[in-house]
């Protein structure tokens, strides 16, 4: 590899990390309060809360690289024009392509990182996150009951506690369930205790009542009970019977959907979501093959070298906007899969014409041309 294509690789090596890095951190800021509600609310330790967080990660890079490498490929290359090195380098003979070249290499390795991470990080990481998930949801003995808390235990049961044991009895329970927004039950007891079942978990209540008002009459209902459980999840919800999302399935299992109920149901969207992530990391190497036909084609101009940031981020964000809809579309219409490989293809070969072709020669040089030895 010659000096200078290793001098620019470096920087643009440098850049990119530093990007990522900055992005990573940024998104998985915001992600990280979603997930607040799992220490705050229901006692997750900070070490299984990191690995929720670990394990989101890969969805990050996936989205993080193709930006990261197309803005550090435009500040490696501008700063080098303002910096006069470009002009250093043209004078010493390099074409557009050798100029090119390190940002090209970098291109390549980030699209092969993102197709590492498409192909199984992301679908690997994605479906432990989920699995992890919903066992905090719907195991309840794993998270902590704090005592005199109202805890949510899903969106519709709330469960509080006035005392726990030593021993695992539970103190002055209250349970109020709202599976049927109809018809909200309310049920309190003096003691009780959580017990795991193949359901998944649930609460053995004694020596309390059922409240409930009946709908539409406002009648009050109450009922004394020796004993009575209540079960947490519903059986339909366990772990074992989880429906995978699109983005917990690896690439078989997206453009091949089983026979499943729902597989069949979302069968399109399963597909569309194949489909982009063969297509998605290549938008990696393109971003930066727009970038450099923006800043290396035609004669160098230091003067206008930001009105060719600026149309490189323009193009890149129409380019992206184009993929979300395709993708959008693909996942509804299957005539609209072949449109997100042409997408990319054009693209490319659009970028490649304009870095490749040879700037126009200016007037006085054509009538020099034209004048007799």
């Known amino acids: 590899m010659p000096s200078i294509t290793r001098y620019v690789l470096g920087q643009l090596m440098t850049a990119t990390l530093f990007v990522t890095m900055a992005l990573t951190f940024a998104i998985w800021l915001t992600?990280?309060?979603?997930?607040?509600?799992?220490?705050?609310?229901?006692?997750?330790?900070?070490?299984?809360?990191?690995?929720f967080v670990a394990l989101l990660l890969p969805s990050f890079l996936g989205v993080v690289l193709p930006v990261a490498c197309f803005v550090a490929a435009l500040f490696v290359y501008h700063k080098l024009a303002m910096d006069s090195e470009m002009v250093v380098m043209r004078a010493a003979g390099l074409s557009q392509l050798q100029l090119a070249r390190p940002a090209i290499i970098l291109g390549v390795i980030v699209t092969l990182s993102v197709y590492a991470i498409s192909l199984?990080?992301?679908?690997?990481?994605?479906?432990?996150f989920k699995d992890l998930q919903h066992a905090f949801r719907s195991d309840f003995s794993a998270v902590l009951l704090q005592e005199g808390v109202f805890t949510t235990v899903t969106d519709e049961i709330t469960v509080y506690v006035r005392e726990r044991s030593p021993e695992g009895e539970l103190r002055g329970i209250l349970v109020h369930d709202n599976r049927d927004p109809k018809k909200p039950v309310t049920m309190m007891a003096e003691r009780g205790a959580l017990v795991a079942s193949e359901a998944g978990p649930r609460v053995v209540m004694e020596n309390g009542n059922r409240q409930e008002v009946q709908p539409g009459t406002g009648r009050f209902s109450l009922l004394y009970f020796d004993r009575y459980t209540v079960e947490l999840t519903d059986f339909e919800n366990a772990p074992q019977t989880r429906w995978r999302e699109p983005?917990?399935?690896f690439l078989p299992e997206l453009l091949n959907p089983g026979d499943d109920r729902r597989d069949q149901r979302y069968r399109l969207e399963l597909i569309a979501e194949g489909h982009h992530r063969i297509v998605g990391p290549l938008y990696s190497l393109v971003f930066v093959v727009i970038g450099m036909a923006a800043l290396l084609a035609g004669e160098f101009n230091r003067r206008g070298q930001v009105k060719r940031v600026l149309a490189a981020i323009a193009c890149v964000a129409a380019l992206e906007g184009i993929s979300l809809t395709l993708h959008d579309l693909a996942s509804r219409h299957v005539a609209a899969i072949p449109a997100m490989y042409a997408a990319v293809a054009i693209s490319l070969g659009l970028a490649l014409f304009v870095l490749l072709r040879r700037p126009a020669r200016r007037p006085q040089e054509q009538m020099a041309g034209a004048q007799p030895a």
């Open 31 to 51: 992600q990280s309060l979603r997930l607040i509600d799992y220490i705050v609310n229901r006692g997750l330790p900070a070490s299984t809360f990191l690995t």
């Open 120 to 128: 199984y990080f992301l679908p690997a990481s994605f479906r432990s």
């Open 247 to 249: 983005k917990e399935r």
